[in-house]
DNA sequence: CATACCGGTATCCTTTGGGAAACCGCTATC
DNA sequence: GATAGCGGTTTCCCAAAGGATACCGGTATG
């Protein structure tokens, strides 16, 4: 319980763990990130890469030698412990998608 | 990705799933269930029950006959899907917290 | 030259989440 | 009669979350 909210904390809100899974299937650049998150703007995904930065989920790679220089996202080590969290709300929400669809019928409580 | 979104939509908040937690040992009344789920008010509780109620996670159950009239919340059964989400958030937290006190460095969110 | 992309930051603003405290009728207990 | 517990609701209020918009210097592209 107390574990739960430990958890809560570090990961609520509403777009931590949207980045984490956007960052799963490899690194990203921010622009790209931004547009794998859908609907965030850049002042929220800038803050809230920086959190995740600060509590060891991701790391931030800066290559100043390229042109524009670009900046990627990766998933640390330690983010990808999150993965049996995400792939449980996944899951969920999938199940929860489908069990809202077939809704309308009696339910007998 | 959708689908963790979905999820989030449902549970976030600060204390549905410290709620449904609380409610994982069995039905509860209101104040029992006010003094598990510690730190949250009145209001907040009977917000979130409505909430939960409503989406079919919780049941709430009024007995009249009983003296000064007992209330009872307990997890419907479409709430026990949520086990495995509470588990892997449960077992991260642990982790977590482990993980930190290792590091000998806690960074607050 | 104009435009667009990159990786952001700064400013302003609205919405919400959520806490504190008072209060409600009812009952039982001292 | 006073107090306490139950299951809440109501009101007031503040802080934080988050969205919109503009802007920055740099480069490449048409």
Redesign the interface.
């Known amino acids: ?10 990961l ?1 809100g ?1 777009w931590k ?2 980045i984490i ?2 960052l799963s299937g490899g690194p990203q650049r921010f622009k790209q990130l931004q547009r794998e998150v859908a609907g965030i703007t850049a002042k929220m995904l800038s803050k809230e890469l920086k ?1 995740l930065e ?2 060891g989920l991701i790391s931030r790679h800066v290559q100043a030698d390229a042109a524009p220089v670009a900046v990627t996202y990766t998933l640390a080590a ?1 983010g990808h ?2 993965f ?14 489908a ?1 809202i669809m077939h809704a309308g019928e009696a ?1 007998a ?1």
């Open positions: 319980m107390r574990s739960v909210r430990d958890s809560l904390d570090l609520g509403k763990l949207p899974v956007g959190e600060i509590n330690y412990t999150l049996p969290v995400i792939e449980a709300l996944h899951a969920w929400g999938q199940q929860h998608r069990h339910v409580a």
